[in-house]
Nanobody, 120 residues
Framework: QVQLVESGGGLVQPGGSLRLSCAAS????????MSWYRQAPGKERELVAS???????NYPDSVKGRFTISRDNAKNTVYLQMNSLKPEDTAVYLC??????????????WGQGTQVTVSS
């Protein structure tokens, strides 16, 4: 049974950092591309980071240089390091598995998300 469980969210001041974790079970996450998305109230879900099975990463301009996606294959876990956080980064962050090894394949499994709130 495929499961994705996010953790690490919370309240942080502007300019602060958080590291989110996505613990995978029921499959070998290193064999798939994985992504992080976020959804803020009243806004569409937004892709914020992806990593291919080979380890290539990509980011939208809104987070490039501030967010870093990585994976620990021994722990079957994907991380999202978020630095220089801004109030507009406030959202529920969700981890997703892609059906294949590249970032161009559709997602097929999702976690339930973790709340990130950036506020002073």
């Amino acid at each position: 049974q495929v499961q994705l469980v996010e953790s690490g969210g919370g309240l942080v001041q502007p300019g602060g950092s958080l590291r989110l974790s996505c613990a995978a079970s029921g499959f070998i996450s290193s064999a798939y591309a994985m992504s992080w998305y976020r959804q803020a109230p009243g806004k569409e879900r937004e892709l914020v980071a992806s990593i291919t099975a080979a380890g290539y990463t990509n980011y939208p301009d809104s987070v490039k240089g501030r967010f870093t996606i990585s994976r620990d294959n021994a722990k079957n876990t994907v991380y999202l390091q978020m630095n220089s956080l801004k109030p507009e980064d406030t959202a529920v962050y969700l981890c997703a598995r892609r059906r294949g090894t590249t970032n161009y394949t559709p997602t097929d499994y999702w976690g339930q998300g973790t709340q990130v709130t950036v506020s002073s």
